[in-house]
């Protein structure tokens, strides 16, 4: 497996910085080889590849872990159900990878990275099909949009209910969204903000500054009463229950969704473990969940809240960018710490405590984008 994991890692170096263009070919080399596979993506492919190339990337860098190469890529199988995705298509699928990546890396491509790569996906194809078989549940789950509220012109607090069959999640987990009204075949991935409960609930913090357009969807044009689909739930940013350690839960912006659910569940039966939760934004105006988590500090003596702002002089609490914020108040090596927010606030504070050396398997973290 050392010698898989090395020469994978060799040939990924030849084409990771030429991703367009290997996602450009995967996809035109995929639809000539199975045209009818096309009608699984959506009409505007913006966004597809970058997804295609992060499992790539997590599967590459996980294979000389085996547990987690096992748990990530039967995750990704059940989660894959959603597209309609079939065994024959991963055979296509693999061909159209492979000519991909031959094509991208040019003449730096050997035989032995061939036969890796082969290897390899043969083992992808082999663990996701086997975690789409052994999974009970439907491909995705029909929710009724039951509340949408809107904080400022970016960001929206929507709560969902889950119809049909139970939705089994746990705190910090994400699911993949779907609005079919709007964008149809475009999927993406958010956090449930609240812990598992009987009602079937679910909340989503939702920010779209841009012009995203499954984001923008949710925070501008979705409303009450609105169908989306919800896809199986994944991430393993949950709580460690036979941990006696104190917990340092770190949200920037929108991350405060999975913290926000992990406050909860603990909520239901800590007594003993303190918990530090630092929350971060530019302008005191994007800290919209801090009225929430006073709340919550106000019954739950073992909580503390600390907000911070990085672009608002004035704001009467800690000034700077939330994990030059955690560097103060540290040392965290006695934590189990959870970190939530952009890829760069996440490398920021994985830096922090590596600094503090917290052991790794003591720091749980999803991101949605490339550290």
Partial sequence: MDNLARLLK???????????????????????????????????????????????ITAIHTVDDPESFDEFLRALGRDHRKYHVDDSHYATMGVALLDALRSTAGDGWNLEYDQAWREAYAAITALMVAGAKADDDPPFWHAEVLTHERYGPDTAVLTCRALQHPLRWQAGQYVSLEAPRHHPRVWRNYSIANAPNDENLLEFHVRSPGAGWLSGALVRRVRPGELLRVAAPMGSMTLDRNSERDVLCVAGGVGLAPIKA??????????????????????????????????LVAVHPWLSVTPACSEEPDFDGEQGDIPDVVARYGPWTTHDCYVSGSARMVRSTLRVLAADEVPPPHIRYDTFGDL
């Fill in 10 to 56: 060799e040939s990924w170096a030849l084409v990771e910085d030429d991703r367009v263009r290997l996602s450009g070919h995967f996809y035109a080399r995929l639809f000539l080889l199975d045209p009818a596979l096309r009608h699984l993506f959506p009409v505007q492919m913006t966004g597809q590849g970058d997804r295609l190339l992060e499992a790539i």
């Fill in 262 to 295: 992990l406050v909860e569940e603990l909520a239901t039966y800590n007594r003993t473990r303190w918990v530090h939760v630092f929350y971060g934004a530019r302008q005191a105006a994007d800290l919209y969940g801090l009225a929430g988590l006073e709340e």
